[in-house]
């Protein structure tokens, strides 16, 4: 028994229910969730580790094996992303201790966090689907409740279309439960593959694959994007940054887990479909991310173009292009994290979003213009940082299968990226400046430790990729040869 692996999700949780108790005591409640985060960053890595030497780690609840039972499986993929996730949400904590007021930390912010921390590692950590469905719904009950908080008009509007959505999509997700245990007799992931490559991959389970996939498209906005600008724009720069760094990660979670290792019988149908789905939500988002003035809408397009070229690694689904877009994955998480707070930050001291009215930040900000000048880069793919090696490797990927016009497109989004980011850094903190001495909003210093940590962080993944390629590797050969994970999972087991 490895009880240590259900520890990711029951710490936030636990200290969570402990935390409304302390609804009053704002700093208590961010120190208690940080500390959490540290502990939780711990453990993953703990586990990462153990993985590498001793195989992937599987926790069977009240001792029934699976089928039978609830298991959780920690193998180097879902490691990897719980560990990002712990070190993403420590550091907005630390933003949010200094950027929060005391009304929001009032209305249960921080426990929010935790269980949404939560929902977010169980379904990187979940063996079932029915599981994932329960942990997807405790990830979108938590960003309900920090999309409201503030209870602005905008974010009341965009809250409803979030919601609505979700709701939606969540119901599509329970029939496409029921009708794929109807199909199989099971929600197992391991003994789902099992049981479909059995029963071949037929015209009803391919049509259930299609389910899933529209599914998670829209948790992850893969084409189905249209809720998320005005979503990931209206909430308080920290939960902008969470939301940017984790939500849409579980859903192309989701795709990568799904479709590698259950419906992996007819690619030639659901991995066209991914790819054609990837190639316009490129083309739609870059073309959000050039067409804004509102640079809160300019990083939430981003987001989507980042979706768009993970999938290219999914939808080309060569070892090169998977190790690439696990990388591209662990970087988007920390560098969408850090574009949102600097965003967020430049809004706070200028009081607006708007590109046409803001100018020559540099000279009164230059520690936060070159955070962003950094973020800039690394978005763009520019070495020596995060996003370099990524984009090589899928771009790789994309030339091994003959893919030519995914690798244009995807090398043509890195173009919109640098043009819409480049766009905010010239006229935001270049040009002459339009605050004066008087004027000045003084930026607290504890502001940019956050950011700065993130900056660091950035470069360190792009450094140190050497000192990543091994878990990386791992993960990627988990994905492209499924029986790794089945054997590990059904060890004993009663298929």
């Known amino acids: 028994m490895n009880n240590i692996i259900l520890l990711p999700v029951l710490i936030p949780i636990m200290v969570g229910i402990l935390l409304i108790f302390l609804r009053y005591f704002g700093r208590t409640q961010a120190w208690f969730s940080i ?31 699976p089928p039978f039972g609830i298991s959780f499986v920690a193998d180097s993929f879902s490691l990897l992303l719980v560990l990002t996730t712990s070190i993403v949400a420590l550091i907005c904590l630390m933003y949010a201790l200094f950027s929060t007021g005391k009304l929001l930390q009032s209305m249960y912010y921080y426990p929010s966090v935790l269980f949404l921390v939560a929902g977010v590692n169980g379904s990187f950590l979940t063996g079932d689907l029915f599981n994932l469905f329960v942990c997807f719904e405790v990830m979108l009950l938590s960003s309900y409740v920090l999309l409201t908080l503030g209870g602005s008009k905008r974010q009341l509007r ?12 969540s119901w599509f997700f329970l029939v496409g439960l029921a009708y794929l245990y109807g199909a199989v007799g099971t929600l197992n992931m391991a003994h789902l593959s099992v049981r479909v490559a059995e029963a ?17 498209s829209l948790k992850a906005g893969l084409l189905l994007y249209y809720w998320l600008p005005g979503s990931y724009s209206t909430p308080p720069a920290v939960t902008s940054a969470l939301f940017g760094a984790l939500l849409t990660k579980v859903g192309i979670y989701a795709l990568f887990r799904v479709f590698s290792l259950i419906f992996n019988q007819q690619p030639e149908i659901t991995h066209t479909i991914i790819s054609v789905m990837a190639a316009l939500t490129l083309i739609g988002g870059s073309l959000g991310a050039v067409a804004h003035n509102d640079i809160r809408k300019i990083a939430a397009y981003n987001v989507v173009i980042a979706v768009g070229f993970i999938l290219v690694g999914l939808a080309v689904s060569t070892p090169n292009a998977i190790e690439g877009a696990i990388y591209y994955l662990i970087h988007d998480m920390v560098a969408k994290a850090l574009l949102f707070l600097v965003v967020g930050t430049v809004i706070a001291l200028t009081g607006t979003a708007q590109l046409n009215k803001m100018s020559g930040l540099m000279k009164n900000y230059p520690l936060l213009g070159w955070s962003f000048f950094i973020t800039m880069l690394s ?15 899928i771009s790789e990927g994309a030339i091994e299968s003959g893919a030519y016009m995914l690798l244009t497109l995807s090398l043509l989004s ?12 010239k006229n935001s903190f270049w040009g002459e400046t339009i605050i004066s001495k008087e004027d000045q909003v003084p930026l607290n210093n504890r502001f940019l430790v956050p950011c700065l940590l993130l900056v660091l962080l ?4 792009g450094v140190g990729t050497e000192g990543l390629s091994v878990y990386v590797t791992d993960a990627a050969e988990t994905l492209l040869n499924p029986d790794i994970y089945i054997d590990a999972v059904l060890e004993g087991a009663q298929p």
């Open 414 to 425: 890195s173009l919109f990226v640098l043009y819409s980011l480049l766009r905010i850094f």
């Open 458 to 461: 950035t470069i360190a993944i």
């Open 379 to 393: 978005l763009a793919g520019v070495p020596p940082l995060s996003g370099f090696i990524g984009k090589v490797l």
């Open 35 to 65: 500390a959490t985060m540290a502990l939780t960053a711990g453990i993953a890595f703990y586990l990462l580790e153990k993985v590498q030497h001793e195989g992937i780690q599987r926790l069977d609840f009240g001792g029934w094996a």
């Open 200 to 216: 071949g991959q037929g015209p009803l389970l391919t049509t259930i694959s299609i389910v899933f996939m529209i599914v998670f």
């Open 158 to 169: 965009e809250a409803i279309k979030y919601v609505v959505i979700n709701i939606v999509s």
